[in-house]
């Protein structure tokens, strides 16, 4: 059975950080573009990070307060959140897309994503 279970989110204060994890099954990241996108209420779902099939961080993504990861052997991806703002508060999803030996990542949540998984909620307040 093809999922993504999303795990870590919890109530933070400012400041925080908090590490979300992406636990892949029934296929290999190694072959996905893996991204995480955040949905605030009433709000599209923007993407936050992603990492291609050929463990490419996009360079939009390379600097800033988050960071994404892969561990393959757990066939997982990580995003690493530090200095957490209240307008961090959202659903966060992690997204698959079939794209084998590539560099190439999601824009926005109108590309073909394969797989989404069901959200872990992330609350920044004091």
């Known amino acids: 059975q093809v999922q993504l279970v999303e795990s870590g989110g919890d109530l933070v204060q400012p400041g925080g950080s908090l590490r979300l994890s992406c636990v892949a099954s029934?296929?290999?990241?190694?072959?996905?573009?893996v991204a995480w996108f955040r949905q605030a209420p009433g709000m599209e779902r923007d993407i936050v990070s992603c990492?291609?099939?050929?463990?490419?961080i996009p360079y939009a993504f390379q600097k800033g307060r988050f960071t994404i990861s892969r561990d393959t052997a757990k066939n997982t991806v990580y995003l690493q959140m530090n200095s957490l703002k209240p307008e961090d508060t959202g659903v966060y999803y992690c997204?698959?897309?079939?794209?084998?030996?590539?560099?190439?990542?999601?824009?926005?949540?109108?590309?073909?994503?394969?797989?989404w998984g069901t959200g872990t909620q992330v609350t920044v307040s004091s």
């Open positions: 997204s698959a897309v079939f794209v084998p030996w590539s560099n190439w990542c999601p824009s926005t949540s109108r590309d073909s994503i394969d797989y």
């Open positions: 990492i291609s099939s050929a463990s490419i």
């Open positions: 029934g296929f290999t990241v190694e072959d996905y573009a």
